[in-house]
């Protein structure tokens, strides 16, 4: 007698397809050992936002400026609850990145460590990560320093969970 597996969508990361038999499975019964790359990403950031009072939100975006991963995550239909996940933000912060890599790229300056814009209300730091790039958004009067520290150490961790995406793809 032959097995028949029927595949559905359900509610997982990225819409990850999970196996449908006599009972429904959980994303990680469906690939046991293995977390999925979006969920690592969103834990990390939210242990951004745990470990350092004052980041108001964080994102990560790819070179091409899609969004990768947001904190707090986002409502699609709604931008302006958390305004960092919405796609127009991560195009700029994509572009700003390029732009500071061209600028010191021509005047020959080495590459890119970070980008900050310092505002009335707060700051905005970028981290190249990778093929991507971490903007966090500070709320004015937060420790800048305990703030780079830490997205530093996250950089490093953003890098490495998308550095395995990269050799497994």
Same mark, same amino acid.
């Given at each position: 007698m032959? &097995? =028949?597996f029927i595949f559905r969508f359900v509610d997982?990361? #990225?819409s990850a397809i999970q196996l449908y038999s006599s009972k429904n499975l959980s994303c990680e019964e469906f690939m046991p050992g293995q977390q999925y790359r979006s969920e690592k990403l969103e834990r990390t950031l939210k242990s951004l936002h745990v470990a350092v009072p004052g980041?108001? &939100?964080s994102v990560i975006v790819n070179i091409e400026g899609? #969004?990768?991963a947001a904190y707090p995550p986002g409502n699609e239909d709604n931008p302006y609850e958390n305004p960092t996940s919405s796609p127009q933000v991560a195009a700029m912060a994509a572009t700003l990145i390029g732009l500071a890599e061209t600028t010191l790229n021509r005047l020959q300056q080495g590459d890119l460590k970070r980008l900050m814009i310092d505002a009335d209300k707060g700051t905005m730091v970028v981290y190249p990560a990778n093929r991507a790039s971490l903007a =966090? #958004? =500070?709320e004015k009067g937060t420790? #800048?320093?305990? =703030?780079l520290f830490a997205v530093s150490k996250v950089r490093d961790e953003v890098m490495e969970i998308l550095r395995i995406k990269e050799d497994e793809g």
């Amino acid at each position: 007698m032959a &097995a =028949v597996f029927i595949f559905r969508f359900v509610d997982c990361p #990225l819409s990850a397809i999970q196996l449908y038999s006599s009972k429904n499975l959980s994303c990680e019964e469906f690939m046991p050992g293995q977390q999925y790359r979006s969920e690592k990403l969103e834990r990390t950031l939210k242990s951004l936002h745990v470990a350092v009072p004052g980041i108001k &939100a964080s994102v990560i975006v790819n070179i091409e400026g899609l #969004l990768v991963a947001a904190y707090p995550p986002g409502n699609e239909d709604n931008p302006y609850e958390n305004p960092t996940s919405s796609p127009q933000v991560a195009a700029m912060a994509a572009t700003l990145i390029g732009l500071a890599e061209t600028t010191l790229n021509r005047l020959q300056q080495g590459d890119l460590k970070r980008l900050m814009i310092d505002a009335d209300k707060g700051t905005m730091v970028v981290y190249p990560a990778n093929r991507a790039s971490l903007a =966090v #958004l =500070v709320e004015k009067g937060t420790q #800048l320093g305990r =703030v780079l520290f830490a997205v530093s150490k996250v950089r490093d961790e953003v890098m490495e969970i998308l550095r395995i995406k990269e050799d497994e793809g």
